[in-house]
């Protein structure tokens, strides 16, 4: 069974903070997505990155593939309350349907004011 | 556009009820899947439907049933509900690698 850690489990920050949130495996995976779920609501995609070493930013939210696209990591800049939520990655499996995601454990994020 | 819609947002249910969990979705995707959310868990798929008609086991099927007779709608069945299976259950479709969620179904058996 793939699996994909991420870490840290919870995250409790305050406003204006950075925060770095990370994926990893030990399988290799040919694309990787980013979830944001918030409370009573399902996780909404934020990014996919396809290609190893590819970096792409979404606003103040830097995503990485790793190089050997077994792991990637979410950096958040300059945290806000709006950025509160769980953080989840989930990649697409080497032949695997482009559809059947292996889902991350998932980053509580909780910025404070 | 209502996209993926899941019903009913909350239910509880005593050990060995059945229930049907509905899920209906206007974006006229293929695929369909069933997943559920466990604290520290992540999202483990349970079963999902490439089409009209064709359905397949996912990670935990085990005490759900599925069918696909219509592109719209993707039903999840409990035969009989066990505590295990206290959970938050979301619907998904998708176009591509793209997932979309519903708000998903909060469910206790007791």
């Known amino acids: 069974t793939q699996l994909l850690e991420q870490s840290p489990q919870f995250l409790s920050i305050q406003e204006g903070e950075n925060l770095t949130v990370y994926c990893n495996s030990s399988s290799v995976f040919s694309s990787l997505q980013w979830y944001r779920q918030e409370p009573g609501e399902g996780p909404v995609l934020l990014v996919t990155?396809?290609?190893?070493?590819e970096v792409k930013k979404l606003k103040r939210l830097t995503f990485q593939f790793g190089d050997a696209r077994k792991d990637s990591s979410l950096h958040i800049t300059a945290a806000q309350p709006g950025d509160t939520g769980l953080y989840l990655c989930a990649g697409v499996s080497q032949g695997g349907a482009t559809n059947k995601l292996i889902f991350g454990t998932g980053t509580l994020l909780a910025v404070q004011p | 556009n209502a996209g993926v819609t899941q019903t009913p947002k909350f239910q509880v249910l005593k050990t060995g009820q059945s229930m049907t969990l509905q899920c209906a979705q206007d974006?006229?995707?293929?695929?369909m899947s069933w997943y559920r959310q466990d604290p520290g868990m992540g999202l483990r798929l349970i079963h999902y439907s490439v089409g009209a008609g064709i359905t397949d086991q996912g990670e935990v099927p085990n005490g759900y049933n599925v069918s696909r007779s219509t592109t719209e709608d993707f039903p999840l069945r409990l035969l009989s509900a066990a505590p295990s299976q206290t959970s938050v259950y979301f619907c998904?479709?998708?176009?591509?690698?793209?997932?979309?969620f519903g708000s998903g179904t909060q469910l206790s058996v007791l």
């Open positions: 998904a479709s998708s176009q591509g690698a793209k997932l979309f």
């Open positions: 974006m006229n995707h293929e695929y």
């Open positions: 990155v396809v290609t190893g070493g």
